[in-house]
């Protein structure tokens, strides 16, 4: 399965961006799936994720702001991202993950102007 990302950008603060990721298979199969992102200097975190079964998790400083949705019938999973920060600005990587597999897609950059 190949994960494509999508939807990233230069925005200010307190705007809003919809990320995607598409699949190029059935994203029904994996249990999890979910946002990462990474900034400069810093580790990959979980920002975001969501079960087969619809249960969401989120970092707590997108508590609010963020919300992860998945579309099993379009293979892909979104992040609407609203009221962002600068903080917020990072590659951010979509990751699908069974119990036997766990797959990344390219980043998409989100830069965040105060």
């Known amino acids: 399965v190949q994960l494509q990302a999508s939807g990233g950008g230069l925005v200010q603060a307190g705007g809003s961006l919809r990320l995607s990721c598409a699949a190029s298979?059935?994203?029904?199969?994996?249990?999890?799936m979910g946002w990462y992102r990474q900034a400069p200097g810093k580790q990959r975190e979980s920002v975001a994720t969501?079960?087969?079964?619809?249960?969401?998790n989120y970092v707590d400083s997108v508590k609010g702001r963020f919300t992860v949705s998945r579309d099993n019938a379009k293979n892909t999973v979104y992040l609407q991202m609203n009221s962002l920060k600068p903080e917020d600005t990072a590659v951010y990587y979509c990751?699908?993950?069974?119990?036997?597999?766990?797959?990344w897609g390219r980043g998409t950059q989100v830069t965040v102007s105060s």
């Open positions: 298979g059935s994203i029904s199969r994996f249990g999890v």
């Open positions: 990751n699908a993950r069974s119990s036997i597999v766990d797959y």
């Open positions: 969501i079960t087969s079964g619809g249960l969401r």
